[in-house]
């Protein structure tokens, strides 16, 4: 039993101050970073927020007169991604003080949860080369010492980045690490996984401005499937963020592959990947609901 289903088990009426509290935290931290690296956009000249925001985490300012210095405008990037991690983190240390931190650390270090859990939670890697041969993306591989060096280790396309400075642990140790253990103890787990999943998609309205309509849907609900998704990646490896880390990562490796593969720059290569996705999250929202009944 959790810490957050002991206390759950404890009290009368379920308290919602948290998990309000938490989310509101996350947008304000978020949305407060967005909005002052677009004065900083529009003081250097940089009219599309969302176009400096990825200089910005490319650390590449080349030909921008920036009014503040590059290092600031990076430290605002990487408060904006971590969001959800830092109002995570402060949601546990208000609600369940050292011990609800050793549980959080314990989910994160929980690597003992069998083989198909690390599969899965690279399952985009797999998507990824299927799109890629799709797109015909093959017969331009440039795989060479250089070329993968950057797409592990560069900020532009980085594996690692993408898994330890960007969205996978900047977000994880709040949405997986405290939303879904604390919401699950007070609800059922599809319900905690829809909350999740409409709210994780609304916190990303920013940069999703300027956008067509059907992309915007197409975004909600792709983030709604990946909730259910990281919902059965979650309770199915007992409570690891591992494998949910590498889902996160690897979907989020797009330049990866365009580095290694030129081809695909510029295309919509990543469509067959999306839409598997979409279908995949759908199944995966069925399999947590059942399972959320069958435990009644």
Request: proline share 3%; hydrophobic share 55%; glycine share 10%.
């Amino acid at each position: 039993m959790t810490i957050y289903q002991q206390q759950a088990a404890g009290s009368e009426r379920p308290s919602t101050w948290p998990i309000v509290s938490f989310f509101v935290l996350a947008y304000a931290i978020a949305w407060g970073a967005f909005a002052i690296l677009g004065v900083i956009a529009r003081q250097s000249g940089v009219e599309s927020t969302q176009a400096f925001m990825a200089l910005a985490e490319s650390y590449q300012f080349e030909g921008v007169n920036l009014s503040v210095a590059p290092w600031l405008v990076y430290l605002l990037t990487r408060l904006a991604d971590f969001a959800f991690s830092i109002a995570g983190v402060v949601m546990i240390a208000v609600t369940a003080g050292q011990a609800g931190l050793r549980e959080l650390w314990q989910r994160l270090t929980r690597w003992r949860i069998g083989w198909r859990w690390y599969a899965l939670g690279l399952l985009p890697l797999g998507l990824y080369l299927v799109a890629t041969a799709v797109a015909n993306g093959f017969s331009s591989a440039e795989i060479n010492m250089s070329t993968i060096g950057t797409a592990l280790f560069s900020l532009q396309a980085g594996f690692f980045v993408s898994l330890f400075l960007r969205g996978a642990l900047g977000e994880e140790l709040g949405l997986r690490g405290f939303a879904l253990p604390y919401l699950q103890a007070r609800m059922s787990t599809f319900r905690a996984s829809l909350i999740i999943g409409v709210l994780w998609g609304a916190w990303h309205l920013p940069v999703l401005i300027g956008r067509d309509v059907l992309s915007v849907v197409a975004f909600s609900l792709l983030s709604i499937g990946l909730a259910m998704l990281f919902t059965w990646l979650f309770n199915g490896s007992g409570g690891s963020l591992i494998p949910v880390l590498l889902f996160h990562a690897s979907q989020n490796w797009e330049e990866g592959f365009e580095t290694l593969f030129p081809s695909l720059v510029g295309t919509e290569w990543e469509l067959v990947s999306t839409l598997s996705l979409l279908v995949i999250g759908l199944v995966a929202g069925v399999v947590v609901w059942r399972n959320g009944r069958n435990k009644k």
